[in-house]
């Protein structure tokens, strides 16, 4: 009898570094290894990896998931990586020691370069070549504070110190440096990579005076990323793909409208379109989708900053909560119309508004609030949340039918009900919620040959449940109301300083 065969995915996060064994056939998810990733907030507006706790975990929960493997008799056939995307870091290039903490794409301390940046008027010529915003968010100007704070520009126009997100780091400490790559789904992140080419752009690289000398090479999502050596044996790495893009492959989101959205640390919806760059307005995103082989698919997305973020300050910071679970039974507590809204605009605003001044803000509370109204409000935020891009990318014309949902906050019953309910549309929750690591399972097997053909991973996803809208739509309307006063309320408060 053949051992059966396993694919690992190297899932890194923002909060934890997961490594995924998935059975082969079926791509279902067999076995977690996890370690939470401490964060760090040298000062308001600024979040903080340390690679070194990066590359400890990926290597710890690598190991511990291929022995896994190995005890049920079964054999790795392939590696695939996701990651948190646009949070950056440099190394040496002899030494392989990062030159400082890596900066999280959370992170808003280049605000005012953007702002510059946008005063001098490069803001439509960045949107034009990357399909990208000035924002903080995006790599290329964390990147430019990194090369000049630790006065490494020099040694990187030489290609003696690397930049590079999370994904180019950890390929090349698992390939002991003989791999210096990145995706383009991740490259397209950056807002140095050129949208139609798909590749490092001259006029993006000048802007933000970073060299070509210190990025990595931009190959497919399905391709030769090396090997990585577990039990013994070296073992392909070769699938990678930024965590939404990922999501999308995972939940089978490949022809054009068909629609994803991941509840993670922050929301991040996408569209998939077709094989011509989407320049869309309406402060949506255009992003590349996937690159295989010849075939290659453009997309856009909506990115709302702050989701299960949310319900992590809940239950750490304010302690309403002890489990996140819990919040879907104590939600349901309040009253289906309560007036307790929560704006979680801790890092700023994202989609559709990119306001990178507002910040959080409750608005509607009474000496009768409690700990159900919080948590109603933090759910209802996020769903909130999601109908403003939804409304986005109707302005665009690229509203879908139905949204495929994943992350931690899927598997809760409540938030989906009301987000199918606040969105007017069917929500449609997989048998599994792991699709992000699923996609990149699956481009891993893609390039290893134990798939045939991108269109398989639509045989791979089965449906949990679906949640259709319940809710009349004059209260829709009503509550989207008050939701959108409470937005302009945090964003008023703002603007007065």
């Known amino acids: 009898m053949a051992a059966e065969k396993y694919i690992i995915a190297l899932d890194q996060g923002t909060t934890s570094t997961r490594a995924i064994a998935f059975a082969a056939t079926g791509l279902a998810p067999a076995h977690v290894s996890r370690r939470a990733l401490e964060q760090h907030y040298p000062q308001e507006g600024w979040v903080e990896h340390d690679p070194e706790d990066i590359w400890r975990d990926a290597e710890a929960v690598l190991k511990e998931t291929a022995a896994w493997c190995a005890a049920q008799g079964g054999e790795v056939a392939a590696v695939g990586i996701t990651n948190q995307r646009e949070t950056v870091l440099l ?21 005012a370069r953007c702002e510059q ?22 790599s290329a100007t964390k990147i430019a504070w990194l090369l000049e704070q630790t006065g490494a520009a020099e040694k990187a126009a030489a290609g003696e110190v690397l930049a590079g997100t999370i994904d180019s780091f950890l390929i090349w400490r698992l390939t002991k440096g003989e791999v210096f790559a990145t995706d383009v789904t991740n490259a397209s992140r950056t807002q140095l990579c ?23 090479e931009i190959r497919d999502n399905a391709a030769d990323y090396g090997s990585v050596e577990l039990e013994g044996r070296k073992v392909p790495l070769g699938g990678v793909a930024g965590d939404q893009q990922a999501a999308a492959i995972g939940q089978a989101c490949l022809a054009p409208g068909e629609a994803k959205a991941t509840y993670g640390t922050g929301c991040f919806v996408i569209v998939q379109g077709g094989a011509e760059p989407l320049l869309p307005g309406s402060g949506l995103l255009g992003t590349v989708g996937y690159r295989v ?19 992590q300050w809940l239950r750490d910071r ?38 990178p001044a507002v910040r959080g803000t409750i608005v509607g509370l009474g000496l009768d609030s409690g700990r159900a109204a919080l948590a109603h409000a933090t759910l209802s ?28 906050m899927a598997a809760n019953d409540w938030f989906a009900q009301h987000l199918a ?56 309307a009503a509550r989207l109301q008050q939701w959108e006063r409470a937005v302009q309320t945090a964003i008023a408060h703002a603007a007065r300083g």
Request: charged letters at 25%.
């Open 91 to 111: 190394w040496d290039r002899q030494t392989g020691k990062p030159l400082h903490r890596a900066i999280v794409w959370q992170d808003r301390r280049t605000a």
């Open 117 to 138: 940046l946008a005063r001098d008027g490069a803001a439509e010529m960045v949107r034009r070549t990357s399909g990208l915003v000035l924002d903080p968010y995006f």
């Open 194 to 216: 050129g949208l139609a080419a798909m590749d490092w752009d001259e006029e993006l690289l000048r802007l933000h005076g970073v060299p070509r000398a210190c990025l990595p």
């Open 293 to 311: 082989g010849d075939r290659r698919a453009y997309a856009a997305e909506g990115s709302i900053f702050i989701a299960g973020a949310a319900v």
């Open 318 to 355: 304010l302690g309403v909560v002890d489990d996140a679970a819990a919040t879907a039974a104590l939600a349901a507590e309040a009253p289906e119309d309560s007036p307790v809204f929560l704006v979680p605009a801790f890092t700023g605003l994202g989609a559709p508004h990119w306001n």
């Open 381 to 408: 935020s996020v769903a909130c949340q999601s109908h403003d891009l939804l409304r986005a990318f109707g302005a665009e014309g690229l509203e879908p039918k139905l949204v495929r949902i994943d992350g931690g």
């Open 421 to 476: 309910d606040m969105l007017a549309l069917e929500v449609s929750r997989p048998s599994h919620i792991e699709t992000t690591a699923a996609g990149a399972a699956f481009l891993a097997g893609l390039q290893a040959g134990v798939y045939a053909a991108l269109d398989d991973a639509r045989g791979l996803r089965v449906e949990d449940r679906g949640f259709a809208p319940a809710l009349a739509a004059e209260r829709r």
